[in-house]
Structure formats: structure tokens, C-alpha cells
């Protein structure tokens, strides 16, 4: 009887050392820092602890696979590993990385789609993005704008100019719809709050004016006057007489140079030959842009001439306009001359 005594309390001290030295094992191995934590961990859809255990260890970011079992089962049972790539460089722990991969934190990229730019640059920017999934190849103009749910729609104009962010996995379209949306939402917004006196008369219409401006601006706080120049011309049947609009409608044929001749050649989209505004955008307007089509200055000027440092001059009368491209764009030698294609 004794000796059965001593088997069993020898028995209970063995395994309260074997648990005391599991568990320290166990909280020195949570509590160490991790190796290799300058390696990039991806993790495919639909793995789940046991594969992300293996790989860890596998990769020697950690040291020993059932220990991270052990721990997700006794305070992470519901981890959701969501798939993506991670970086390990802000991981201290083995609670740490868990905590990151059931967030989602994944590595995040970033492409920034410039103001002024076309529909066709915007295209070929996204498909030059090695770390997207290509979607665009395979879509026309009208199948994107399909996809997109405005069926029908021109694409140019229809997407806003900013900084955006994508991850492992997404594609160049998943991007574009953000742009498309982002541009909507904006558009909505200002729309809403336009001045009294703007002469555009829909949301669209102010998409096309602020396109103009967006291409006529060198200096940012001339915007709101380029607009009180173009809303006093729509609100007197004046023509536009914009060059933007101009080379927009000479597509691939524009050579860097406008000519006079090219002012005077009759394009759906030349506002010195048409009334009014072109049928579409002629470029991506950022939100600043949009915000000055919504709120013209009031301004008298009807006329403004580049001078130069990428302000301009802003003129009342043809006259002093034509004095003004005579000394900005002229160099003062000409006596006689009129900026208009027409005189």
C-alpha cells in the first residue's frame, strides 16, 4: 500500500513537471520573437491553421508547428486567415501574426491616375501594372462601361483622378471601378451644391466643363476665373473658342502643334467652328476642377491668353485680348493682329 502511495504521488509530480515544462515551453515559444521576418508571407484562398502552421515552419518564422496549433486552438478558434500577402517586418509574436492574418492586413499597393489625362492613358497606365490581374485586354470601350453598369455611357470624364490602393489578387478593373465610382459620388455631391447661376444644365454638362477647365489650368487658383470666363460666354451664345477641345477632336493626328487651320477644320468637338459644349468630356477632371465648373467666379473677363509661367491674363474685349496674346505670346512685335480665327 505504500508503495502503490509513493508510484502515484511520484506519478502526480512527474506530470506536474511535464506540464509545467509544457507550458513553459508553450509560453516561451508565444512570447519569443519570430525569425525571418523579412520574408513576404502569401497565403492562398481557402487555407487554414494546419497549412498555415506547416508553411510557417517550413519557412522559419517559426519553430515549431504544434505549439501554433495549440495556441489558435485555446484563443483562436474563429481565426478567419484571410488570403493575401503579409509582411512579417511589424510581427513580434506569434499572437501578433495571428491577430494580422484574421484582420485581413494585408500588404497594400497603390497607383495614382493623374488629372487631365484621357481615357485611353488611363487604360494604358492600369495595363502597365505588373501586380494587377489583367481584365482590361480582354474588354472594349463599351464592354467596360457594360461591366460597369452605365451601358452605353462614354467613358471619357467618367472617373476621378486620385491616388488608389489594391492588393494580391485584385485587377486593373477592379480599380477602374473604384475611379467610376469614386467619379459618381463626387459628381452627385457637387452637383447638388452648384451655384445659382451656372449655365450647364446637367450633371453631365458639368463634367464637360470641368474637363475644359481641368485642361485650360496651369496656375490651381485660376480655376474658379477659367470657369466665370466660360459660364459668361455660354450665358451670352458666345463660342467656347477652347483649344483643348480642338485637339481632343483631332485624335491621334495631333502632333504637339495646333495651327490655325486646325481651328477652322470642323470637328464635333471644335469650339471655335461649334456652339456650346463638345459632346463629351476631353479629359479626366479632378474634384477641384468640378468643384470650379459648380461655382464660376463672376468675373467681366470673356477672354484669358497663357502667360507664359502658367497663369494667364484675363481680358473684357477681344481688343484687349488681341494686345494681350501680342505681348504674352507674341513677344510685342506684331502692330496688327486678332486671335480670332474668324477676324
Known amino acids: 500500500m505504500k508503495l502503490f502511495r509513493i508510484i502515484r504521488l511520484t506519478f502526480y509530480a512527474l506530470f506536474v513537471l511535464a506540464m509545467a515544462f509544457a507550458y513553459f515551453t508553450y509560453t516561451s515559444v508565444i512570447s519569443q520573437p ?135 489578387g485584385d485587377s486593373d478593373f477592379d480599380v477602374l471601378e473604384q475611379a467610376f465610382k469614386r467619379q459618381q459620388a463626387l459628381l452627385d455631391e457637387i452637383w447638388a451644391s452648384r451655384a445659382d447661376d451656372v449655365e450647364v444644365k446637367s450633371p453631365y454638362q458639368l463634367l464637360i466643363m470641368a474637363s475644359i477647365i481641368e485642361k485650360e489650368t496651369g496656375a490651381a487658383h485660376e480655376r474658379p476665373t477659367i470657369s466665370g470666363v466660360f459660364n459668361n460666354r455660354l450665358r451670352i451664345g458666345m463660342k467656347l473658342q477652347t483649344d483643348p477641345t480642338v485637339i481632343y477632336g483631332m485624335g491621334d493626328s495631333y502632333d504637339g502643334n495646333i495651327r490655325r487651320r486646325d481651328l477652322t477644320t470642323d470637328t464635333e468637338y471644335n469650339t471655335y467652328t461649334r456652339y456650346g459644349l463638345p459632346p463629351t468630356p476631353i479629359a479626366m477632371p479632378g474634384e477641384a476642377a468640378i468643384r470650379a465648373a459648380a461655382n464660376p467666379e463672376t468675373t467681366e473677363a470673356l477672354y484669358f491668353v497663357g502667360k507664359g509661367d502658367g497663369s494667364h491674363k484675363f481680358s473684357k474685349t477681344l481688343k484687349e485680348h488681341n494686345n494681350a496674346v501680342i505681348k504674352y505670346q507674341l513677344g510685342g512685335k506684331p502692330k496688327s493682329f486678332s486671335s480670332n480665327p474668324e477676324q
Open 34 to 168: 519570430l525569425e525571418n521576418r523579412d520574408k513576404m508571407l502569401v497565403i492562398p484562398q481557402g487555407v487554414g491553421v494546419s497549412w498555415l502552421a506547416n508553411h510557417l515552419q517550413q519557412q522559419g518564422v517559426i519553430d515549431n508547428r504544434y505549439v501554433f496549433r495549440a495556441y489558435t486552438w485555446l484563443n483562436a478558434r474563429d481565426i478567419q486567415i484571410k488570403a493575401g500577402e503579409y509582411t512579417l517586418v511589424d510581427v513580434d509574436s506569434i499572437p501578433e501574426l495571428i491577430n494580422k492574418v484574421n484582420q485581413g492586413k494585408v500588404i497594400q499597393y497603390s497607383l495614382t491616375l493623374i488629372e487631365g489625362k484621357t481615357f485611353k492613358e488611363y487604360l494604358a497606365h492600369l495595363k502597365s501594372q505588373r501586380l494587377l490581374e489583367d481584365e482590361l485586354d480582354a474588354m472594349d470601350d463599351v464592354a467596360i462601361m457594360r461591366a460597369l453598369g452605365a451601358p452605353g455611357q462614354h467613358p471619357e470624364g467618367m472617373f476621378a483622378p486620385q491616388t488608389y490602393y489594391f492588393q494580391k
